[in-house]
């Protein structure tokens, strides 16, 4: 798959100038993402071609999203810092963000589940069996 994002991508979202490093491993970081993403969604590249009205459709700006938040975080956070202090300061890190590592998270993988179908029932009896 083809990253639908660049280190642009990244600039957008990060509010401070990124740093001749970051500019450097941020495309090897988004490559990360994107095997990560596929990874978790094995299907992703069909159900994208899938027609929008599929239930099991992927809009492009969810997987966009998803690849985005996953480098973004580690960015933030690239050395994985959970927390700091100095005799008169002391930070502690987002836990999202203390890993330091790529990931998707939950919930930009709740975004990838299929669609229900429209119409069909949601009683204690009835099961979708297929889409």
């Known amino acids: 798959m083809q990253a ?7 600039r957008g979202v ?10 450097r491993v941020i495309p090897q970081w988004i490559d990360q993402a ?3 993403l596929l990874d978790a969604v094995p299907d992703l590249e069909a159900r994208k ?4 009205e599929n239930p099991r459709h992927v809009r492009e700006n969810v997987v966009r999203d998803a690849l985005v938040n996953a ?3 580690k960015v933030r956070n690239a050395g994985g810092l959970r927390r700091f202090g ?3 300061f002391s930070s502690e890190v987002d836990p999202s963000l203390a890993s330091g590592k790529i990931f998707i998270s939950d919930e930009d993988l709740a975004r990838f589940q299929p669609r229900p179908i429209a ?13």
């Open 14 to 23: 990060i509010e401070r100038p990124l740093t001749a490093d970051e500019v």
């Open 119 to 131: 119409g069909t029932s949601q009683g204690v009896y009835s099961m979708q069996l297929e889409l």
């Open 86 to 88: 100095t005799d008169e």
């Open 49 to 52: 071609a899938l027609p929008p």
């Open 71 to 73: 480098v973004e975080r």
């Open 4 to 10: 639908p994002i660049n280190v642009n991508s990244i």
């Open 34 to 36: 994107v095997e990560k």
